[in-house]
């Protein structure tokens, strides 16, 4: 079966840096994407990688192996703001999304 | 950035009654996407559409039907609604391209007692 796995929960402390896991096992692979969830609203786009390497969009890194079936996203001077879930999610090879359940990540001032 | 809208967007409503959520996007976008969400879990797709006239189930559709008459108009029925049914549904549209990326109107929070 297919099967995204990432952490449930994680803390950290504003104006840190978090790494948040995911691994993935899909039928084929057409890409990974990051989004970000704050409760009771709707997932909104962070990041896409399809290359294996670093993307870098601002405060936001996301990295990805092909062959380790392994991506993260890096959050760097964190902010109270970004307290949310995140969540993982790959393209199979039916151009379909595979959602992992999402890490709920604490932000202490 | 996608303008996608959903309606309503909290329903509390009885066992059996048919009930049907809107969605609508102003971008343009071609595809289209239900999904039921429950707290904490991962997105589950229920149907999706390529475009005008064309329909798909997902993983959970068994006891809901969608319509795609026109481009921007995506919405979803419940014939029979039970309490099985209570969830966070989630509306999203995306372009074909190579990056497809989806984009996610607000929700509706459906509670059926």
């Known amino acids: 079966g297919q099967n995204i796995d990432q952490p449930t929960e994680m803390t950290a402390t504003e104006g840190a840096i978090v790494q948040i896991n995911c691994t993935y096992q899909t039928s084929g692979f057409n890409g990974l994407f990051w989004y970000q969830q704050h409760a009771g609203e709707a997932p909104t786009f962070l990041s896409y990688?399809?290359l294996d390497g670093l993307e870098e969009k601002g405060r936001f890194s996301s990295f990805l192996s092909r062959s380790k079936g392994y991506s993260y996203l890096l959050l760097k001077e964190l902010q109270m703001k970004d307290s949310a879930s995140y969540l993982c999610a790959v393209r199979d090879s039916n151009y379909q999304l595979i959602w992992g359940a999402g890490t709920k990540l604490i932000i202490k001032p | 950035e996608a303008d996608i809208y959903q309606t309503p967007r909290y329903l509390v409503i009885g066992t059996g009654k048919k009930i049907t959520l809107e969605c609508s996007q102003t971008m343009g976008h071609d595809k289209m996407y239900w999904y039921q969400q429950d707290p904490g879990m991962e997105l589950h797709l229920i149907h999706y559409?390529?475009?005008?006239?064309?329909?798909e189930k997902g993983d959970l559709s068994s006891e809901s039907t969608v319509s795609r008459i026109r481009t921007e108009h995506f919405p979803l029925t419940l014939e029979s609604a039970r309490p099985s049914h209570t969830s966070q549904y989630l509306c999203?549209?995306?372009?074909?391209?190579?990056?497809?990326?989806?984009?996610f109107g607000p929700g509706t929070r459906l509670l059926v007692l």
């Open positions: 999203a549209s995306s372009e074909f391209t190579d990056q497809e990326t989806q984009y």
């Open positions: 990688n399809v």
């Open positions: 559409s390529y475009g005008v006239n064309s329909t």
